[in-house]
């Protein structure tokens, strides 16, 4: 009765580690891309400004 229980208890916290891990993935990735985004739009910008001046 006691195994069971642990082993339950065991289950649930694998599965909710694996669901906080795969949304520190999806974050990181969205967290990434925005930085690349960001510089390319600096890129663009800094290109926009100099032409300009």
């Known amino acids: 009765m ?3 229980r ?4 065991y289950n649930q916290s694998v599965v909710e ?4 891990l795969k949304r520190d993935r999806i974050f ?4 990434r ?3 690349v ?3 390319k739009l600096e ?3 800094r290109k926009i400004g ?3 001046r």
């Open 37 to 39: 985004i960001m510089d």
């Open 43 to 45: 890129k663009i910008l």
């Open 33 to 35: 891309n925005m930085i």
């Open 28 to 31: 990181g990735r969205i967290y």
């Open 17 to 20: 580690l694996k669901e906080a």
């Open 50 to 52: 100099g032409e300009r």
């Open 6 to 9: 642990l082993k339950e208890q």
């Open 2 to 4: 006691v195994d069971e």
